[in-house]
């Protein structure tokens, strides 16, 4: 029974290192997340490539609670959000439904 005892301290000794590195693994795991989506290769287009990419797209009807993609577009982030605003062709047609 001593053995058994000991052998238990051990574990819980031992749960108490692993469980902090358990802990430190899942925020590393989302730091790097974060860091392949910061470079991910969609955010090194360019302005006038991604411009290229909203006119095709806003020429395309879409059928869903948008009546354009416009308003999905410029919230996907402040980049998007800021050329998709400047490109005053999406913005030129407002569907009213009543």
């Not at 001593?2 to 108490?16: P, R």
């Not at 430190?24 to 860091?35: A, F, G, P, T």
């Not at 095709?56 to 980049?79: A, N, Y």
Request: glycine share 2%; aromatic share 10%; proline share 5%.
């Amino acid at each position: 029974e001593d053995k058994i005892s000991k052998a238990e301290d051990k574990i819980c000794c031992l749960q108490d290192v692993i469980n902090p590195l358990r802990e430190e693994r899942e925020r590393m795991k989302k730091y790097v997340s974060n860091l392949e989506s910061i470079f991910a290769p969609i955010r090194r287009l360019p302005a006038e490539v991604l411009c290229e990419i909203f006119r095709m797209v806003g020429t395309v009807t879409v059928w869903s609670r948008w009546s354009s993609l416009v308003p999905p577009i410029s919230h996907v982030c402040h980049f998007w959000r800021s050329v998709s605003l400047e490109l005053s062709e999406l913005w030129s047609y407002i569907k009213i439904e009543y």
